[in-house]
Structure formats: structure tokens, C-alpha cells
């Protein structure tokens, strides 16, 4: 829906009116006292978020160095999985024993290493077992936050692309990140989430504390999963979906890797995601997240 000028300018009067009735400042702003370290200018602020971004940014890298950068698609066509791919870390940690006993760690830079493609695929379709007892508790403890509920889904509660039967399959959930309300929701999305049965998909709208929606930005479009038909269904945002879809790539690169990593490093894997053109701000932000 386009705006006009006197639409956005409050009251409806034209812009051009009301900026002759807006009071003005006779005086510029106060200066921030010498030497007080406060950004006194707007170009100097913005120069100090910039250099504090890429402090964050530096560190970071300094961190995750050592390991791999996952590559996945998120909105690739559903059904057409893709192979997970990574960049191999940017260097090399190399442990030795020395004679007094005491271990030395050594960091060996690498360059040119070119991406892998692993045989671990990338299921844009969350795939969930049904009527099982291991699967449900995993998954609610994840989305309870619970320490190490990661770990306790991909081992007890994903399902292979392979497996068919016994399965709540959630159709790329990519699709709603960032969804506000169902009336922006492409109605193809919304049809595919019309599941009946003892097992389910559904598709509501609910605040992000889980409240009833009110029809602001803190509402969301959320899933209803029925995992087993004597339990209740629970309830998770397309976010908490494709954690689970991105923890699983990992695992696959890990497993490609075979360095025995613990499971601290593999969720610090960096992921690198394609974001198409069509995406906007608002599921951009919500894949960031």
C-alpha cells in the first residue's frame, strides 16, 4: 500500500503546511564537555558503532577460526534437499606433548583451501517422528532451553528424509520467518500446513511470550506440532524449527570431519546462509536470529 506525503504527516495535513506550524529550535544542541569520550557529532557516532561492529566482528573470528563455516540453503524448493557444504577452518590447531609433561598448542594458518561438499543432506522440510515418547521430550526440552536438548533431538527426535512412515513432516519453515500476522502469508504456505490426522502441522498466530496475538510487531506466526496423539501438541516458532534443520548440517559436518570435536564446537560452527532478493527485513532479521 503506498503512502502519500500528507498521510504520513500527522493530522493529514500536507507536509508542506505543517512544517511552517512546527516549533524550531532558536539554538543548536549543547556540545558534549572536551574530552568527555561522548560521539559529538552524528558522523562520529556512526564511526564508533562501526568500529565497535567490526571489534565484535574480529573477535568472533578469532574465536571460530579453528573451525568450519557451514554452508546451507534455507530456501531451497522443498523436497529437493541439497548436500551440506563447508568452507574448511582458516586454521590449524596442533597439540603436543612436550617432555616436562606440559601440552604446547600451535596455530598453522591455511589458505586456498577450497569449500567441501559432504554426502550430508540438507532437508529444508523439518522431519520429526510421531507417536514417540524419546522424540517428544527432546523436543521440549529444546524449546524449553534446556543444556544439551540439542544433542538429545538429532539423536532420538529427527527424522531421515528416507524414513516415511511415522512421521510430522513441518514444510520449510523458512517460509514464515519473520511472519507477522497469516494475511502476509502466501496462501500456497498456508495450504500446506492444512494437516489433519492424529499427528499434525498447524499454523497460529500468538505473541512472542506466547500470549494471545494483538495485532502488533511483537506478533508471530507460530506452529502447532502434534507429535503424539495422547500428548498435547506444543508449540514452536519457525526460528526453533530451522535451529534444528541447522544443528543437524553441523552434526553432518562434523561427521564429515571426523576430528572428534566436542559438542561445544560443534555449535559454535559459523553457518553461512543465501538469503534470496525476495527476502525482506523482517525475515532477514529473523534468520540472523
Do not use: W
Not at 123 to 140: G, P
Not at 142 to 168: Q, R
Amino acid at each position: 500500500m503506498a503512502l502519500s506525503l500528507s498521510s504520513t504527516a500527522g493530522g493529514g495535513m500536507p507536509m508542506a503546511v505543517q512544517a511552517h506550524t512546527m516549533p524550531r529550535m532558536n539554538r543548536a544542541p549543547p556540545k558534549a564537555p572536551s574530552g568527555s569520550g561522548v560521539p559529538t557529532s552524528a558522523s562520529a557516532l556512526g564511526a564508533d558503532l562501526v568500529d565497535g561492529h567490526k571489534t565484535k566482528i574480529k573477535g568472533l573470528a578469532k574465536k571460530t577460526a579453528h573451525l568450519p563455516i557451514v554452508g546451507i540453503d534455507l530456501f531451497a524448493a522443498s523436497g529437493g534437499n541439497g548436500k551440506v557444504v563447508y568452507q574448511p577452518p582458516a586454521i590449524v590447531v596442533e597439540k603436543r606433548t612436550l617432555k616436562n609433561g606440559k601440552t604446547k598448542t600451535t596455530t598453522k594458518n591455511v589458505t586456498g583451501a577450497l569449500p567441501v561438499v559432504t554426502e550430508h543432506e540438507f532437508q529444508v522440510d523439518l522431519r520429526l517422528k510421531a507417536n514417540d515418547d524419546s522424540a517428544l521430550k527432546a523436543v521440549k526440552r529444546l524449546l524449553k532451553g534446556n543444556d544439551g536438548a540439542m544433542k538429545k533431538v538429532l539423536a532420538s527426535a529427527m527424522a531421515s528424509s528416507s524414513e516415511e512412515d511415522g512421521v510430522v513432516v513441518v514444510p520449510k519453515p523458512a517460509n514464515l520467518l519473520g511472519a507477522r500476522t497469516l494475511e502476509y502469508v502466501s496462501p500456497d504456505v498456508v495450504n500446506r500446513y492444512d494437516n489433519d490426522g492424529d499427528c499434525y502441522v498447524k499454523l497460529k498466530e500468538q505473541a512472542l511470550d506466547g500470549s494471545e496475538a494483538t495485532g502488533d510487531d511483537f506478533d508471530r506466526v507460530a506452529l502447532e506440532v502434534k507429535l503424539c496423539k495422547e500428548k498435547k501438541a506444543v508449540t514452536m516458532f519457525p526460528e526453533e524449527a530451522i535451529s534444528m534443520l541447522v544443528a543437524d548440517a553441523k552434526a553432518g559436518v562434523m561427521s564429515a570431519l571426523r576430528k572428534g570435536e566436542n559438542d561445544d564446537d560443534v555449535e559454535m560452527y559459523p553457518v553461512a546462509v543465501a538469503l534470496p532478493g525476495y527476502c525482506g527485513d523482517a525475515a532477514t532479521e529473523a534468520a540472523i536470529e
